[in-house]
């Protein structure tokens, strides 16, 4: 073993790097009472197990058994030494008993980050469905339409909607969402049009757009034509960019422009006349909803099972 500097200028030893294999060995010897009988309860040769604990003491500079033909007695320093290391191994027998129990049943918290717009029809039903299955589960929801980096802000699992940015973390989708361009009424009247333009794209495109954060710089859509299956581009200009759909929604039905609004947000809206749907002679556009999580190939046991049961609840 080298030597170390202390802060107090003096030098001590560097503390031994140990091996598994030596510890489990002395260990086994005490418990079993002799060379012979640790050898026969770990099956392994007697030669082999007298080398490791000959190892362990001189890597140590300290007798910790003192043997004869017929006994073995634990030296002072032994017993400490031996105590210390049956804590360690019973502390990590029980640390991989509890990860085979969480492998089994999950529990303990489950971190997740949603926006407003899944919230009712998906992330709420999949996690009362997951409280109620899994009792031992804490999940947490912190709902906000920003995109959060998962291991910045410590969360295990995403909802995440539309096109995703490049990252190392595996996206699983689990829904679709459709939006519905859409428009207020009181828009309608104070540029003195009648409800039957907003299927004429050439007046709808010159209207002001309200722009959610996360639609890009270029606000174009592509939507399919209901009769004959063709692709259109429409373009629109950006009045107006907020962070929340709640924002977007309310400026949008104060008739300060046009917004593409997620059909599960905006469907009481709808039914009640509050909002007009735009350009309905083409099919809404539809985006994916994904589940992300920052666990590669091995993802917990909770992410996954969530994972599982969002696919199988709405969204719209």
């Not at 030596?22 to 002799?34: H, K, L, N, P």
């Not at 980096?149 to 490049?166: E, K, M, R």
């Not at 905006?266 to 985006?287: K, N, Y």
Request: a positive charge.
């Amino acid at each position: 073993m080298g030597e170390i500097t202390r802060p107090d200028g003096l030098s001590t030893r560097k503390p031994p790097r140990l091996l598994a294999a030596q510890i489990t060995a002395f260990i086994a010897i005490v418990e079993a009472g002799s060379i012979t009988a640790a050898a026969d309860e770990l099956g392994v040769g007697k030669s082999g197990l007298s080398d490791n604990l000959r190892h362990l003491e001189n890597t140590l500079g300290v007798r910790l058994l003192a043997r004869t033909t017929r006994r073995q007695n634990l030296s002072a320093i032994g017993r400490e030494f031996y105590t210390r290391c049956r804590d360690l191994r019973d502390i990590s027998t029980r640390a991989l008993e509890d990860i085979s129990e969480h492998l089994a049943r999950p529990m303990g918290r489950l971190r997740i980050t949603a926006p407003h717009v899944v919230v009712d029809d998906k992330i709420a039903p999949a996690i009362a469905r997951l409280i109620r299955t899994y009792p031992q589960l804490r999940p947490e929801l912190f709902v906000s339409d920003e995109r959060l980096d998962l291991i910045t802000h410590q969360f295990d699992l995403a909802v995440s909607i539309g096109d995703l940015p490049d990252s190392d973390y595996r996206a699983q989708r689990v829904g679709t969402l459709r939006d519905i361009l859409c428009i207020s009424p009181s828009l309608l009247a104070r540029l003195g049009l009648p409800a039957t333009v907003v299927n004429d794209r050439n007046i709808v495109e010159t209207w002001p757009y309200i722009a959610h954060k996360w639609e890009g710089r270029e606000i174009a859509h592509r939507l399919i034509n209901r009769r004959t299956g063709e692709e259109s581009l429409f373009r629109f200009q950006r009045a107006a960019t907020l962070n929340t759909l709640q924002a977007v929604f309310r400026v949008m039905s104060e008739g300060a422009g046009i917004a593409v609004i997620p059909e599960p947000f905006v469907r009481p809206s709808l039914e009640a006349g509050a909002v007009l749907p735009i350009l309905t002679d083409f099919h809404p556009r539809q985006v994916g909803i994904f589940a992300v999580h920052p666990f590669g190939n091995l993802p917990p046991t909770s992410v996954r099972i969530m994972t599982e049961v969002m696919k199988g609840t709405a969204a719209g």
